[in-house]
């Protein structure tokens, strides 16, 4: 107990390290954010059918995410991204998830893969249609504690919102094969915490906005079928919000809970952003 | 194999089932209009060192506009959603939550307006987006004349970049050619919001003086230290206009050649992308709040309005007619000066709710002209009314030219050379008599009547001890009421040492008098001004006297025929 109790704080204080970290890094970066848009992840797995505006580029430093399984197993992740809106409502995004996992008494940490991915906003929303938007991703097999081969998903967003709330719904097929295993000892293929690999995923959040402080309030219920052959549908809520601190600095944080599966754990997440623009990349910007 | 590839269909068509069903039951929407498809996108500020100066520099005033982003915000959202709903939705309660809560503490940071004008974001979001594009503009302009570090060079450099910048959306930006009062007030749901929501029409257009304003003692300070007090004075201006609303606030848009001169004349085409924005920002309340323009047909009528706000073709005029335009609607109809603020107030010219164009009919000494010209482009005048086109009836073609300003030809000064004063035949004091321009005394008193009520003017003159002594040597000339409305004006430096008993007659006289409603405004105003500008107690005929329109002066014609003033040569109006 006392041992558990000793590792949960060594835990909380690596996170603490890495959002002091992120936040120190963010003042340094003379750059606007949007606390709107959610990012999947960030703070919960279903986001908004919206991209990076164009000629943007959002530095996600420390998107973190720790996981506290049933017997006191923790895993983390760390995501890094960077999106650039590279097309009018198009952006893509490239991430480095890195993971530690605990397994017994080994403990492995490393790269979980290389995730590319190309998203579209088709449409803004307008009284008659949502807004909606594709995304297709790519991870490459690439790190110590990557998946044997590369998985390409493919998914869809809808935003709706009224004048109290937002809804959003996402769907997600994961195109790969079934009997992967990962590398490095890791228990679900592309990494424990870092990205959530599923055959399929179907889910829909809600949101709440208070403008005039900058924060938003966000929940969400997906089901999902790890991609592992014969795995049963697994059940995951969140909740958590997104903070407007400065035009420089947006901050997220969340908790979750996996409810069901092989595995049913808490989860916490906290993630900071920024957006940025290089002067040479702009038109008329030189 | 085939059994792992035929579970894959399966789980594929039940995954897509799954968010079919999720997206249709996000759309469903209680709406039987037509699908609307819209691919508006948003883009990033230009990059530079600049960004967010203002913020740093200018605290108070930067939170501000983050308060403004809600009025804007929650005035669409209410017009569109609640159009049957009581005025007092919008005059009263968020008027005060604006002005008591919000303002008072306003936002540290720019608002996500989509998630307040969330209906009306989803009806025009290509509007929406466009008030975004020209708002970042806005901020961005703020940025680069607050940056200590960049020489006047630089600050001009970089804003030709910020314009050329804006201009890379052509689906967003604001025209750069200025737009008549046509498209804005000649429209059949026009002035409807105004007149329906003076009070809030009132905070939207001090809104807009302060936006364009900011730009004034940002240009003409010389200084950081004058720089912050030119800018803190007129945020102090702004919120005096807030009390005893509507009184005080502008009772026509602030055209920004008029309260930010300096700024226009440097930056004339940023200057025009700015009052194009204010004044779409006018046509949007106004097709909300105007229930002649069917539920169902306010978004066409939005983004027919926005169309021609970006076009380079319709309801065009030229930079000297913009020019020209702002200063004749009149400056102390605008909430009056940005810097150089006087305590008292400029005495508006019309009532609240008129439109620009009885604005400039208003001008002094300019109405009563007959034969109207229609080249003043877009200056649409009610030909009905005393037979006056106001300014479009003029003809400046031959007034001899004065120190010609391309950039600002409506400023070129007067040769008074031409004019020679003489006396009448009464001999007191001389009728004017300028090369083809007669004008009788009382004309010219009128006149002068009419600028010295213009504190900005009466402090110079009051302060440049020659013209003080003119103006007291001419006073002694004076008839006796045009000397107390003289007397009454002036410091007491500059008056004489005791009225005469025919001036006290004529006063008496003036009080009750409708031909002397002038002076009796003079009064009113000049009461006003005594007291502190924050004094919230007015008097009963204070207020009567402020909420009419100052009449129209009594000055006859004037023939300018034969006078010549560089750029008011009016080329056609061009139309789609």
Known sequence: MKQNSGRFSRHLTGAGLIVFLSIWGATRVAAQTDFYNTDRGRPVQIEDAYVTERHAFELKLAPVRLERSNGGIYNWGLEPEIAYGILPRTQIEVGLPFAYVELGQRRNAGLAGLDFSIMHNLNVETETLPALGVRADLLAPVGSLAAEHAFASFTGMATRTTQWIRFHVNGQYTAGPGNARPAGGAPRIGGPAAIELSRWLVGGAIDKTYPLSALLITADFYASKPIEAGSRVEYTTGTGFRYQRSPTLALDAGVGRRLNGDNPAWFLTFGTAYAFGIRSLFPFGR | ?576
């Open chain 2, 1 to 576: 194999m085939r059994s792992s590839k035929e579970m894959i269909r399966r789980e594929l068509s039940r995954a897509i089932g799954l968010f079919s069903t999720l997206v249709l039951a996000v759309a469903a929407q209680p709406s039987s209009a037509a699908a609307q498809w819209s691919k508006a996108y948003e883009q990033f500020y230009m990059p530079g060192d600049f960004n967010w100066t203002f913020r740093r520099t200018y605290p108070a005033a930067d939170r501000l506009f983050n308060a403004f982003d809600y009025g804007h915000a929650i005035l669409y959202e209410k017009l569109y959603t609640r159009p049957g709903a009581d005025v007092s939705l919008l005059e009263d309660k968020e008027y005060n939550f604006i002005t008591k809560k919000l303002l008072v503490s306003p936002p540290n940071l720019p608002l996500e307006e989509a998630a307040i004008e969330v209906a009306y974001a989803k009806i025009a979001p290509e509007a929406k987006i466009m008030f975004d594009w020209a708002h970042l503009f806005h901020r961005q302009v703020y940025d680069v004349l607050a940056d200590e570090k960049l020489s006047q060079a630089e600050k001009d450099a970089t804003i030709a970049r910020l314009i050329s910048y804006y201009k890379t959306r052509p689906d967003l930006a604001f025209s750069s050619s200025p737009k008549s009062m046509d498209l804005m007030e000649g429209q059949p749901y026009s002035l409807a919001f105004r007149n329906k929501y003076p009070k809030f029409n009132g905070l939207i257009w001090g809104y807009h003086w302060l936006q364009v304003g900011l730009y004034e003692p940002l240009m003409t300070g010389k200084t950081l230290e004058e720089r912050q007090a030119g800018v803190t004075a007129a945020v102090a201006r702004f919120r005096q206009m807030l009390e005893n609303a509507p009184e005080h606030m502008p009772r026509i848009m602030p055209m920004t050649a008029a309260v930010a001169p300096t700024f226009a004349k440097r930056y004339p085409e940023a200057a025009i992308i700015f009052d194009n924005l204010h004044s779409m920002h006018d046509v949007v309340s106004d097709i909300l709040a105007n229930p002649k323009v069917p539920h169902d047909r306010k978004r066409a009528e939005i983004l027919r309005a926005a169309a021609a706000y970006r076009d380079r073709t319709s309801y065009v005029i030229t930079p000297g007619e913009w020019m020209e335009m702002a200063q004749m609607m009149g400056l102390e109809n605008m909430g009056g000066p940005a810097v150089g603020i006087l305590p008292g107030w400029p005495t508006p010219t019309i009532a609240r709710g008129q439109s620009a164009a009885e604005a400039m009919k208003n001008m002094a000494g300019m109405s009563g002209v007959s034969g109207a010209n229609p080249k003043m482009a877009g200056m649409k005048m009610d030909s009905s009314s005393a037979g006056s086109a106001g300014m479009a009836g003029m003809d400046h073609s031959k007034m001899p030219e004065t120190s010609p300003s391309a950039a600002s030809p409506s400023s070129a000064p007067m040769n008074h050379a031409n004019m020679n004063m003489a006396k009448d035949s009464a001999g007191k004091s001389g009728s004017m008599n300028m090369t083809g321009m007669n004008m009788d005394q009382s004309a010219m008193m009128q006149m002068h009547m009419r600028m010295m009520k213009d504190p900005v003017i009466r402090e110079r003159v009051m302060r440049d001890t020659t013209m003080r002594r003119l103006m007291n040597e001419m006073m002694q000339s004076m008839p006796a009421d045009h000397e107390m409305n003289m007397s009454d004006m002036t410091p007491s430096g500059a008056r004489r040492s005791a009225p005469s008993s025919s001036a006290k007659k004529d006063r008496s006289r003036a009080a009750t008098s409708p031909k002397s409603r002038t002076t009796s405004m003079t009064k009113a105003s000049t009461t006003n001004k005594a007291k502190s500008p924050t004094a919230k107690g007015t008097s009963s005929a204070e207020k009567k006297a402020a909420a009419k329109p100052a009449p129209k002066p009594t000055m006859p014609p004037m023939d300018h025929s034969k006078m010549k003033m560089p750029g008011m040569e009016m080329p056609p109006v061009k139309k789609n």
